[in-house]
């Protein structure tokens, strides 16, 4: 039997390519016709992660009944975080290499349980983002930074802006009323976009971004090399600050390969007129490594780990 994605597409004048994914299930001896319908959707929720137009068979020992269950019980932590107010933001300094010095930080999202424990934010996300719950999370880290930079003078804070994200619209109109209600300046907020999210849906991304950009924000390209794509399309994302994935960062010390490597992203980020952010700089060595590549910025623990915001930034006079 199989379960498919389906949809149809009609106009008088343009074609429009429909496509689908499928789930594929073998009728067993004994087999239900509910247990049969179940497995074409356990097999059609992993052909959708492989992403379109692509095919599952399903397979009781490939775990994809028990990835499903985990991330259901995930998503339940993390939307009961959402409207328990149990969502928080922790600050990571990104500093200026010339300067020595902490020139932004980036809001980091944590979930806390109800007696105060911090969950692991990587599977709670993922939950969220495959459920479409992201949006909403999105928009409150939105707004709780953009308060946060409201209450501290001449803050600046980066935050993640998920993939889903960039299929709104009405996202730079809604940064641009959270702004001024804030009666915050749009240089202080960086939006953080992965290379993998832009590059899956680059004409849409590109006008979006652009129209964020025109507010006055800053907009960063993370997780940069790891899509091993042409760097011709740096030209057209407006982003001020590209992060090199830290998968590179990490082993410069010891690997000349990634130093090579490393050393053609940073040539070809300030060919294009963009800073350079390396990520995951952890010892002083590293340090050493990515300053004399050239990097302008690093982020990683050998400056330190993400705390609570209110325990990174003074306290507002009261």
């Known amino acids: ?3 498919t994605a389906r949809f149809l597409c009609k106009g008088d004048r343009d074609q429009h390519i429909a496509t689908a994914c499928v789930g594929i299930a073998v009728v067993q001896p004994d087999c239900t016709t509910e247990s049969l319908l179940g497995h074409a959707d356990l097999a059609l929720s992993q052909a959708r992660a492989k992403g379109r137009s692509n095919w599952h068979l399903y397979n009781p020992g490939d775990g994809t009944r028990e990835s499903l269950l985990d991330r259901t019980s995930q998503l339940a932590l993390i939307t009961d975080a959402l409207h328990d107010n149990r969502l928080a933001l922790f600050l990571q300094p990104i500093m200026s290499i010339q300067a020595g010095r902490a020139v932004h930080y980036e809001a980091l999202l944590r979930v806390r349980t109800p007696d105060g424990q911090i969950l692991p934010p990587a599977p709670l996300i993922a939950a969220a983002e ?4 992201i949006r909403e999370i999105d928009q409150w ?4 930074a953009i308060s946060l930079i409201a209450s501290q003078p001449g803050l600046h804070l980066a935050v993640n802006l998920s993939a ?15 702004l001024e209600q804030q009666g915050v300046q749009p240089h202080q907020l960086i939006l953080e976009i992965t290379e ?13 971004l652009t129209g964020i ?6 907009l960063a390209l993370d997780d940069f090399g790891v899509g091993f794509s042409t760097f011709q399309y740096l030209k057209h994302l407006p982003v001020d600050f590209v992060k090199i994935d830290g998968s590179f960062i990490r082993t410069l010390d010891h690997s000349e390969d990634d130093r090579l490597f490393v050393k053609a992203l940073v040539e070809a980020i300030h060919g294009y007129g963009k800073l ?4 995951y700089v952890e010892t002083e060595a590293i340090l050493r490594w990515v300053t004399e590549l050239g990097v302008d910025y690093a982020q990683g623990y050998h400056f330190g780990r993400p705390q ?11």
């Open 141 to 144: 880290v939105l707004q709780h």
């Open 308 to 318: 609570p915001a209110e325990s990174v930034l003074p306290l507002k006079p009261g």
């Open 276 to 279: 350079a952010i390396a990520e």
């Open 213 to 218: 950009r025109a507010l006055g924000c800053k």
């Open 130 to 133: 495959a459920s479409g719950l």
């Open 164 to 178: 889903r994200s960039l299929d709104n619209p009405e996202l730079p109109a809604q940064l641009q009323a959270m």
């Open 1 to 3: 039997m199989l379960q």
């Open 196 to 208: 993998t999210a832009t590059l899956n849906q680059m004409t849409h991304a590109e006008i979006l």
